[in-house]
Structure formats: structure tokens, C-alpha cells
């Protein structure tokens, strides 16, 4: 059986009420089908060995992610670290990442084509509760292919999140055009915790700016108006062997490097 077709696990319902199989932070359905994971947030690998070992893998084995480990990433990425006291903007979360403000207006939605014990999704993922909501059933790798351009291996990743922005919570606070920039920083901060992480996991990341927004947004049932999705991750069991690009002399004679140099013309 393909792995999007796998049966739903017990924890995922539909609403008996309305049948709806999504939910958005934005417009919170309290019958959403939820997937509660597990709440055990323990990465042991040493930083430094993390740091110098993350790279971006565009190659993954057919073997699947555990719902263990990608439990473990999400919170670790983009669970609460805590709670904080926002005064007139009330309850906020802090997360791993540094977010302007502690807006957090970026969500992770989540494609998992190869990952155990839950459907494809696509789901939300419910930051607060630490829950995947299924939005609707049946996410392919081609699908996956085919949202972000075929880039090379991102057919092959065993879950993809999608990190998109919910713009009224960043309203709310700051509503000058800068905010859109701070944004994009901090979906950067995201992406670097994502990569560690999964790197740290053993698993491969990453990480693309390559994607159809409008199909990407039509697949997560996004209003385009109000969010947008900002930034590709993924990760996976990468292929043995690490990717090898390293420079040679040949390289090194015609590299960029030296260009914008002080004191140097690039015309
Ligand atoms: C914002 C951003 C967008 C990227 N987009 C793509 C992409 O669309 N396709 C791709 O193959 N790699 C993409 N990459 C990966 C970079 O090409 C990669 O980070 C770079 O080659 C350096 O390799 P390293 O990450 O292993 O250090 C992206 C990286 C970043 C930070």
C-alpha cells in the first residue's frame, strides 16, 4: 500500500458535525480531525557536531520517518518553549527560534508522503496543542514535485513542511510595510532551527524558496489574502554518502568569492 493511501490511525476523526477534515489558525474549528504526538523533545547531539554537520541533502532512501522523531522536530522547531505575559497583546509563545515581537505568525502545515503511522495529510500543525489537524487525506511525492517545481529530491523527502504566514496575528501589532521584511527574517530563523534539528535527528534536511504559491496555497485550502506561504522544509533518510561538492583548484580559479571585495570593482 503507497503510504498516502494508509488507513488513518485511530487518533484522526472526522467531525461528525460538519464532516470538515481542516482547520486553520486563523479561523480555529474546534471539530477538526486531530493527530495529538508524542511530547518528548530531546535532541542529544552535541551543537557543534550538529552545526558543522547540517547540510542540504536533495537524495532520501525509501525507508520512512518515524512519527516519533517528526513529533520530536516539530516541537523542538515549532512547538511553545514557553509562555509568555505580552501585556496589552496577552498570552504569546516563545519558540526556539527568535520571532518579531513573538508575533509567531508563522505556522508549519505539514505533507508527510513517507512518514509512519499517520495519513499524508496534509495537516496543519497545531502549535499550541502540539497536534497535527488533517486538513484533507491523500499527499503524493509526485504532488510534491509538482508544488515546489521538481526541485531535485524533493519528491523523495519523507514529510515537507510548508511554512506559512498568517498576516492578521502580525497586524495586530505592527502594520508599517517592514513587518513583511521581519517576516521573511524569521522564517529564515525557522529554517536554520529545521535544518539542526533534523540534522541532529540523523535525517537530512532541506530547504527551498522554489515553489507554485498559488498551487501550494489551493492545496492547503489557504485564503491567499490572509496568508501566504513563505518557505519550503523537508527532510528524510538521506541516501549513504554525503553529498560531495567540495571545491577543487579548478573552482577556486574562477570563484565568485573575491567579488565586492573592499577596495575591488566588479564592473
Ligand atoms: C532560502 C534558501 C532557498 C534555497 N532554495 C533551494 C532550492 O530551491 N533548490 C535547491 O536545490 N536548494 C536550495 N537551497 C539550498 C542551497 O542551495 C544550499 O543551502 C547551498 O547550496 C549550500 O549548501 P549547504 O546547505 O549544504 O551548506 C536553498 C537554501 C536557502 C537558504
Same mark, same amino acid.
Given at each position: 500500500?503507497?503510504?498516502?493511501?494508509?488507513p488513518?490511525?485511530?487518533?484522526?476523526?472526522?467531525?461528525?458535525a460538519?464532516?470538515?477534515?481542516?482547520?486553520?489558525?486563523?479561523?480555529?474549528?474546534?471539530?477538526?480531525?486531530?493527530?495529538?504526538?508524542?511530547?518528548? &523533545?530531546?535532541?542529544?547531539? &552535541?551543537?557543534?557536531?550538529t552545526?558543522?554537520?547540517?547540510?542540504?541533502?536533495?537524495?532520501?532512501?525509501?525507508?520512512?520517518?518515524?512519527?516519533?522523531?517528526?513529533?520530536?522536530?516539530?516541537?523542538?522547531?515549532?512547538? &511553545?518553549?514557553?509562555?509568555?505575559?505580552?501585556?496589552?497583546?496577552?498570552?504569546?509563545?516563545?519558540?526556539?527560534?527568535?520571532s518579531?515581537?513573538?508575533?509567531?505568525?508563522?505556522d508549519?502545515?505539514?505533507?508527510?508522503?513517507?512518514?509512519?503511522?499517520?495519513?499524508?495529510?496534509?495537516?496543519?500543525?497545531?502549535?499550541?496543542?502540539?497536534?497535527?489537524?488533517?486538513?484533507?487525506?491523500?499527499?503524493?511525492?509526485?504532488?510534491?514535485?509538482?508544488?515546489?517545481?521538481h526541485?531535485?529530491?524533493?519528491?523523495?523527502?519523507?514529510?515537507?513542511?510548508?511554512?506559512?504566514?498568517?498576516?492578521?496575528?502580525?497586524?495586530?501589532?505592527?502594520?508599517?510595510?517592514?513587518?513583511?521584511?521581519?517576516?521573511?527574517?524569521?522564517?529564515?530563523?525557522?529554517?536554520?532551527?529545521?535544518?539542526?534539528?533534523?540534522?541532529?535527528?540523523?535525517?537530512?534536511?532541506?530547504?527551498?524558496?522554489?515553489?507554485?504559491?498559488?498551487?501550494?496555497?489551493?492545496?492547503?485550502?489557504?485564503?491567499?489574502?490572509?496568508?501566504?506561504?513563505?518557505?519550503?522544509?523537508?527532510?528524510?533518510? &538521506?541516501?549513504?554518502?554525503?553529498?560531495?561538492?567540495?571545491?577543487?583548484?579548478?573552482?577556486?580559479?574562477?570563484?565568485?568569492?573575491?567579488?565586492?571585495?573592499?577596495?575591488?570593482?566588479?564592473?
Open positions: 500500500m503507497s503510504p498516502s493511501r494508509r488513518p490511525p485511530s487518533c484522526v476523526s472526522t467531525s461528525p460538519t464532516g470538515a477534515r481542516r482547520c486553520s489558525p486563523s479561523t480555529p474549528r474546534p471539530t477538526a480531525s486531530c493527530c495529538p504526538v508524542h511530547r518528548t &523533545p530531546r535532541l542529544s547531539a &552535541p551543537l557543534e557536531q552545526l558543522y554537520r547540517r547540510r542540504t541533502h536533495r537524495s532520501f532512501s525509501a525507508q520512512p520517518v518515524s512519527l516519533h522523531d517528526l513529533a520530536v522536530l516539530l516541537r523542538t522547531v515549532f512547538g &511553545p518553549a514557553e509562555f509568555i505575559d505580552g501585556f496589552e497583546y496577552g498570552a504569546l509563545i516563545r519558540r526556539t527560534s527568535p518579531g515581537g513573538a508575533r509567531q505568525e508563522l508549519a502545515y505539514l505533507a508527510a508522503p513517507n512518514v509512519t503511522g499517520i495519513p499524508a495529510g496534509p495537516f496543519h500543525y497545531n502549535s499550541r496543542e502540539h497536534s497535527l489537524e488533517l486538513l484533507r487525506e491523500g499527499f503524493t511525492h509526485t504532488e510534491a514535485g509538482a508544488l515546489c517545481v526541485q531535485e529530491g524533493i519528491d523523495q523527502a519523507a514529510f515537507i513542511v510548508f511554512v506559512v504566514a498568517a498576516w492578521e496575528r502580525l497586524r495586530a501589532k505592527y502594520r508599517h510595510p517592514r513587518a513583511y521584511r521581519v517576516s521573511h527574517l524569521n522564517a529564515g530563523h525557522l529554517g536554520q532551527t529545521f535544518a539542526l534539528a533534523a540534522t541532529a535527528l540523523g535525517l537530512g534536511p532541506f530547504q527551498s524558496a522554489a515553489f507554485d504559491d498559488s498551487a501550494v496555497e489551493s492545496r492547503l485550502r489557504l485564503d491567499s489574502a490572509t496568508h501566504s506561504t513563505l518557505y519550503v522544509l523537508a527532510a528524510g533518510h &538521506p541516501t549513504p554518502g554525503t553529498p560531495t561538492d567540495t571545491a577543487d583548484l579548478n573552482a577556486f580559479r574562477h570563484t565568485t568569492l573575491r567579488h565586492g571585495q573592499p577596495g575591488r570593482s566588479d564592473n
